[in-house]
């Protein structure tokens, strides 16, 4: 019976589908309803901006609105030439923030209130306000309250490129770094040490994210009855699910944005992350494996008891990591060409 009944909609899917392609409104009510596959991610990206504003005093969503609105205080310090003054538009809710955060007590975040700090004195140092603006006076006076909080140390504001660190690795030596990483599906039964697995994410953490709200984290198994659970739950760990030594699950966070424009940022941005962290694990002698997360109704729900997820979040992929089995068996996986995936306009 209940075969029967999927076979039906899958049917009357095929009759309806070019009804709903033809137009804007059509597909509207396709999915409205018809198709329920984006209703998950309707609601997730409602729950988010509905907490964004209900906690905007937060220290959370402070560190949100701080990491966007700093980055593009840096952005403007950085342009050649720069403008006499800017930021009109956001330096009152940067300020409001930074007052916010300053107010938590419990879990002020040190590293980031450097950050705003430094930005932000440059950029008041730097630009030509007038004489009877507050904003300036607003800063000055919170600085007296900043300043016996931080420690000495570099500057965190706009610095020349030529400072950065430089690797000492060629194209060839990348290159190499990329074909070596591959999907690994046997590992040793061997633990993954915490320290390898942090300092894979701190790597990821430099990766590039939009207005640097790095909306997303990383939940992590290694042992017991959460990590079996965990392996055996996605549809691609058939067959290797009982032999990961750890499994990452990146979780994106949805309360980082009041728009809906901003919906996808999460999966852009944790998918350059990942990208790096796998590329971290290589040279610590640690393999990975990305594992495929479709948005199947049934599955979230289950991810998400586990995890213990809030509404608006949603996990963007898991990553299987430990020690390879040398004698591992690597699919071939031919890859694309640079002629046929790049094109000029």
């Known amino acids: 019976m209940k075969k029967h009944l999927q076979q039906l909609r899958q049917k009357l899917d095929r009759t309806l589908l070019p009804l709903a392609a033809k137009s804007r409104l059509a597909a509207n009510l396709y999915y409205a309803f018809f198709n329920p596959h984006f209703r998950r991610e309707q609601h997730a990206t409602a729950a988010g901006r509905q907490h964004y504003h209900q906690h905007e005093e937060s220290s959370t969503i402070a560190s949100v609105i701080l990491r966007r609105n700093i980055h593009r205080l840096e952005k403007g310090l950085s342009m050649v030439p720069r403008k006499p003054l800017f ?22 975040d040190l590293v980031l209130l450097k950050y705003c700090h430094d930005v932000l004195d440059s950029y008041f140092r730097l630009t030509q306000w007038p004489d009877n603006a507050r904003q300036p006076g607003l800063f000055a006076a919170m600085q007296a309250q900043i300043a016996p909080r931080l420690q000495q140390g570099r500057l965190a504001a706009p610095a020349p490129y030529a400072e950065r660190p430089r690797a000492p690795i060629s194209y060839e030596d990348f290159y190499t770094l990329c074909q070596q990483r591959c999907s690994v599906r046997t590992f040793l039964s061997q633990p993954v040490p915490r320290a390898e697995l942090e300092k894979a994410v701190s790597a990821a953490a430099q990766a590039p994210s939009a207005c640097n709200r790095q909306p997303f984290r990383y939940i992590a198994a290694t042992e017991g009855e959460m990590l079996t659970k965990l392996a055996n739950l996605p549809m691609g760990t058939v067959g290797y699910a009982n032999g990961i030594p750890a499994l990452l699950a990146v979780v994106g966070d949805l309360s980082a944005y009041p728009f809906e424009r ?36 049934n599955y979230e729900k289950k991810i998400a008891r586990l995890l213990k997820l809030q509404p608006f979040e949603r996990v963007v992929m898991l990553i299987a990591v430990g020690y390879p089995d040398p004698a591992a068996l690597i699919p071939h996986s031919e890859k694309k060409t640079a002629t046929e995936l790049l094109s000029y306009v």
Request: with cysteine; charged share 15%; proline share 2%.
């Open 87 to 108: 930021a009109l538009d956001y330096i009152d809710e940067t300020l409001t923030a930074l007052h916010n955060l300053l107010h938590d007590h419990q879990a002020l």
């Open 262 to 297: 901003d919906r996808h940022v999460i999966y852009i941005d944790a998918s350059l992350a990942n990208m790096q962290l796998m590329l971290a694990l290589e040279t610590q002698g640690l393999a990975s494996c990305s594992i495929n997360w479709p948005d199947i109704e």
